[in-house]
């Protein structure tokens, strides 16, 4: 692959001058007085818009560019004056100055989380999409990159990242969540805002080549029935995989929402598990075992699995992340303004399959209705949901719950804790997909409560 | 699709057979016949036993991947004081940065404060050198000999009293170590079914 020569970016000192208002670039700001061209522009522009501009001062630019954005020369009025020409961000595009959701990441710098309470649709933009290392973000050249294929299989193989494009691809989106999604909420209700208490889970479009695709490339030797999954990372993140999963929907994946997969996702290349806890689906993919056993490692024994207090006994192998539903508005960090209209929205996802329904109840689960869900409902992908609420005033609860496919419906806190019993810390919060309640107290403001009502 | 171009395109025809002729030729040069037959595609390079051996860093719990050598307690405490202390701490209950406890715990997994430690939950002596080898010491990871990791596991198997400080460890007797928590594990649950 020959890489393309750097575009050359227009100088910002000879792009038209525009008239502005509010902060504009240093090198605008600092020639402006000597430029009579320029001057003259200021001028007219201001003549022309008159106090009309002064009235409705534009919204000004932050001081500093949010990440993900460029800062541009904000016009009075945007409709008298030239846009800006293509190309000014070197032909890669960035978002709105204004705009500024970002991940949140954790003083322990492991991992950062998507910011839910402004998500839109089903789709989480890759650079938002959150993120779980285990010893940070290797730098990889794809062009030195290649994925091993050995043990219990006929023909050892080696494929680089372009043999792996030359075969068939396919494209699907899924949700990825960590097997710690909502750990700190289940021994009690602790998060005040949204990304902090669920902020572990994202979707996105992958696409790639079928792992039994590959499988079958190298000949999978008769009693194979596991494989060690290897990334090419500092902790070099290593999980056993059955074979049954890897041949059903497994996909070795090199692109995220229609572009190569991010650094911080796996690139050059990830296993895709759809609707398998997050680290099953191992990012900087270089090397695959086949194997009749699991191999143990510390990501699927110390960490991981499931541990039951009330019997001393841990799960192992819970790979599927099992049907889960949250209300995304309102939520604690938004405050209802007063009685009236609001849609209530959220999504829901299944590791087993689509989601059938979503119920919301507004009366702390009273009543239960059909929420509306967003065509088109995808297996083992985010779900929209949308149920519109007339809020009389009056404190409530609001909660939703999920039913996939298999008929399996979404738990209450007290349903989890009755089967798994509870405890402050431990692996006993691991796959917490317990009903979400949000208390909306007088006044509007939203609280984060456990609330398992008579279910 | 020959039908097609015998009619109207000869010269195409001709071309594509030799292109055809090419990539067949390709396919079957030396390189790729050699102890291997392709897949379905024929895309892949087949891999060497050298290469193999050089990336295959997996040990299963059954100690197959196991490299030879072998280590010792002491040994195994120095570089700890050395390595790990940062982050384990001089105890191994766990440090200021982000290393956990690797000892104690036993009893507590049915309390309401588990705690999950090498002597109280792993259940198999392997995923230390397994994990080990690979991903510690975190800031540095990949620069422990075999006979180093071993001696690291004597130190911990032994501070953790599942061992005697005495006993050597090595490929021939790590897999045999018996961990407290080895029958703690449940790989044959049922799911959870809400209705």
Same mark, same amino acid.
């Given at each position: 692959m020959?890489?393309?020569?750097?575009?050359?970016?227009?100088? /910002?000192?000879?792009?038209p001058v525009?008239?502005?208002?509010?902060?504009?670039? @240093?090198?605008?700001?600092?020639?402006?007085d000597?430029?009579?061209?320029?001057?003259?522009l200021?001028?007219? +522009?201001?003549?022309?818009?008159?106090?009309?501009?002064?009235?409705?001062?534009?919204?000004?630019?932050?001081?500093?560019?949010?990440?993900?954005?460029?800062e541009?020369?904000?016009?009075?009025?945007?409709t008298?004056?030239?846009?800006?020409?293509?190309?000014?961000?070197?032909?890669?595009?960035?978002?709105?100055?204004f705009?500024?959701?970002v991940?949140?990441?954790?003083?322990?710098?492991?991992?950062?989380?998507?910011?839910?309470?402004?998500?839109?649709?089903?789709?989480?933009?890759?650079? /938002?999409?959150?993120?779980?290392?285990?010893?940070?973000?290797?730098?990889?050249?794809p062009?030195?990159?290649?994925?091993?294929?050995?043990?219990?299989?006929?023909?050892?193989?080696?494929?680089?990242?372009?043999?792996?494009?030359?075969?068939?691809?396919t494209?699907?989106?899924?949700?990825?969540?960590?097997?710690?999604?909502?750990?700190?909420?289940?021994?009690?209700?602790?998060?005040?805002e949204?990304?902090?208490?669920?902020?572990?889970?994202?979707?996105?479009?992958w696409?790639?080549? +079928?792992?039994?695709?590959?499988?079958?490339?190298?000949?999978?030797?008769?009693?194979? +029935?596991?494989?060690?999954?290897?990334?090419?990372?500092? +902790?070099?993140?290593?999980?056993?995989?059955?074979?049954?999963?890897?041949l059903?929907?497994?996909?070795?994946?090199?692109?995220?929402?229609?572009?190569?997969?991010?650094?911080?996702?796996?690139?050059?290349?990830?296993?895709?598990?759809p609707?398998? %806890?997050?680290?099953?689906?191992?990012?900087?993919?270089h090397?695959?075992?086949?194997?009749?056993?699991?191999?143990?490692?510390?990501?699927?024994?110390?960490?991981?699995?499931? /541990?039951n207090?009330?019997?001393g006994?841990?799960?192992?192998?819970?790979?599927?992340?099992?049907?889960?539903?949250?209300?995304?508005?309102?939520?604690?960090?938004? @405050?209802?303004?007063?009685?009236?209209?609001?849609?209530?929205?959220?999504?829901?996802w299944?590791?087993r399959? @689509?989601?059938?329904?979503?119920?919301?109840?507004?009366?702390?689960?009273?009543?239960?209705?059909?929420?509306?869900?967003?065509?088109?409902?995808?297996?083992?992908?985010?779900?929209?949901?949308?149920?519109?609420?007339?809020?009389?005033?009056e404190?409530?609860?609001?909660?939703?719950?999920?039913?996939?496919?298999?008929?399996?419906?979404?738990?209450?806190?007290?349903?989890?804790? %009755?089967v798994?019993?509870?405890?402050?810390r431990?692996?006993?919060?691991?796959?917490?997909?317990?009903?979400?309640?949000?208390?909306?107290?007088?006044?509007?403001?939203? %609280?984060?409560v456990?609330?398992?009502?008579?279910? | 699709m020959?039908?097609?171009?015998?009619?109207?395109r000869?010269?195409?025809?001709? $071309?594509?057979?030799a292109?055809?002729?090419?990539?067949?030729?390709?396919?079957?040069?030396?390189?790729?016949?050699?102890?291997?037959?392709?897949?379905?595609? $024929?895309?892949?390079?087949?891999a060497?036993?050298?290469?193999?051996?050089?990336?295959?860093?997996?040990?299963?719990?059954?100690?197959?991947?196991?490299?030879?050598?072998?280590?010792?307690y002491?040994?195994?405490?120095?570089?700890?004081?050395?390595?790990?202390?940062?982050?384990?701490?001089?105890?191994?209950?766990?440090?200021?940065?982000?290393g956990?406890?690797?000892? $104690?715990?036993?009893?507590?997994?049915?309390?309401?404060?588990p705690r999950?430690?090498?002597?109280?939950?792993?259940?198999?002596?392997?995923?230390?050198?397994?994990?080990?080898?690979?991903?510690?010491?975190?800031?540095?990871?990949?620069?422990?000999?075999?006979?180093?990791?071993?001696?690291?596991?004597?130190?911990?198997?032994?501070?953790?009293?599942?061992?005697?400080?005495?006993?050597?460890?090595?490929?021939?007797?790590?897999?045999?170590?018996?961990?407290?928590?080895?029958?703690?594990?449940?790989?044959?649950?049922?799911?959870?079914?809400?209705?």
């Amino acid at each position: 692959m020959t890489k393309k020569s750097k575009p050359q970016v227009s100088d /910002l000192s000879a792009t038209p001058v525009l008239p502005v208002s509010g902060r504009q670039p @240093k090198s605008l700001a600092q020639t402006a007085d000597q430029d009579p061209t320029r001057r003259r522009l200021l001028l007219g +522009a201001a003549a022309a818009a008159g106090a009309a501009a002064v009235a409705a001062a534009p919204k000004q630019a932050q001081a500093i560019a949010p990440p993900g954005a460029v800062e541009y020369p904000v016009p009075v009025d945007p409709t008298q004056v030239p846009g800006r020409p293509p190309g000014l961000n070197g032909g890669y595009g960035t978002r709105s100055q204004f705009e500024t959701e970002v991940r949140e990441w954790s003083g322990s710098g492991t991992s950062s989380r998507t910011p839910l309470a402004s998500s839109e649709g089903t789709i989480t933009p890759s650079a /938002l999409h959150f993120e779980r290392h285990h010893n940070g973000i290797p730098e990889i050249d794809p062009e030195e990159h290649s994925l091993l294929v050995h043990g219990m299989v006929k023909r050892p193989l080696t494929f680089t990242m372009a043999d792996l494009k030359r075969l068939p691809s396919t494209s699907r989106v899924a949700f990825i969540e960590c097997g710690g999604n909502s750990a700190g909420e289940y021994h009690a209700a602790r998060g005040k805002e949204i990304h902090n208490m669920h902020g572990l889970v994202s979707s996105s479009e992958w696409t790639g080549v +079928a792992l039994s695709t590959v499988l079958r490339e190298a000949g999978l030797e008769s009693g194979a +029935a596991w494989l060690l999954a290897e990334g090419r990372d500092a +902790a070099m993140l290593s999980r056993s995989i059955p074979l049954e999963k890897a041949l059903d929907d497994a996909v070795l994946a090199y692109a995220q929402n229609g572009e190569a997969l991010r650094p911080e996702q796996g690139y050059p290349l990830r296993l895709l598990l759809p609707g398998w %806890e997050g680290i099953t689906n191992v990012k900087w993919l270089h090397r695959l075992d086949v194997s009749d056993a699991p191999f143990q490692t510390r990501e699927e024994t110390s960490h991981y699995t499931d /541990l039951n207090i009330v019997t001393g006994e841990a799960k192992q192998f819970t790979f599927v992340m099992a049907a889960k539903s949250l209300i995304l508005f309102p939520h604690p960090e938004a @405050k209802l303004e007063g009685p009236g209209f609001f849609e209530i929205t959220g999504l829901a996802w299944s590791g087993r399959g @689509k989601i059938k329904r979503v119920e919301v109840t507004t009366d702390g689960g009273k009543n239960w209705h059909l929420a509306e869900l967003q065509e088109p409902v995808l297996s083992k992908s985010q779900t929209r949901f949308r149920f519109p609420w007339v809020w009389d005033g009056e404190p409530t609860m609001l909660q939703s719950r999920a039913t996939d496919e298999t008929g399996y419906v979404q738990p209450s806190i007290r349903q989890l804790k %009755e089967v798994r019993g509870d405890a402050e810390r431990g692996n006993v919060n691991y796959h917490n997909n317990a009903i979400q309640t949000w208390r909306v107290n007088r006044g509007g403001t939203i %609280e984060n409560v456990h609330f398992s009502g008579n279910s | 699709m020959s039908t097609f171009l015998a009619i109207h395109r000869p010269a195409l025809q001709l $071309g594509l057979f030799a292109l055809v002729l090419a990539m067949w030729t390709a396919a079957l040069s030396p390189a790729n016949t050699q102890g291997f037959t392709p897949g379905k595609y $024929g895309i892949g390079t087949p891999a060497e036993a050298a290469l193999i051996a050089a990336l295959d860093v997996d040990v299963r719990a059954d100690g197959v991947g196991l490299p030879a050598g072998s280590g010792n307690y002491e040994a195994g405490g120095t570089l700890f004081s050395q390595l790990c202390v940062n982050c384990h701490g001089d105890n191994l209950l766990g440090g200021r940065e982000r290393g956990g406890a690797l000892i $104690g715990g036993r009893g507590t997994l049915t309390s309401e404060y588990p705690r999950r430690t090498v002597e109280s939950y792993w259940p198999y002596a392997t995923t230390l050198f397994d994990y080990i080898r690979r991903a510690m010491p975190y800031s540095s990871p990949g620069v422990l000999e075999a006979d180093q990791v071993y001696s690291l596991i004597a130190f911990i198997l032994g501070e953790a009293k599942i061992i005697e400080k005495s006993v050597i460890i090595g490929a021939d007797n790590l897999a045999a170590v018996e961990m407290p928590n080895r029958d703690g594990f449940n790989a044959d649950w049922q799911p959870e079914m809400f209705r």
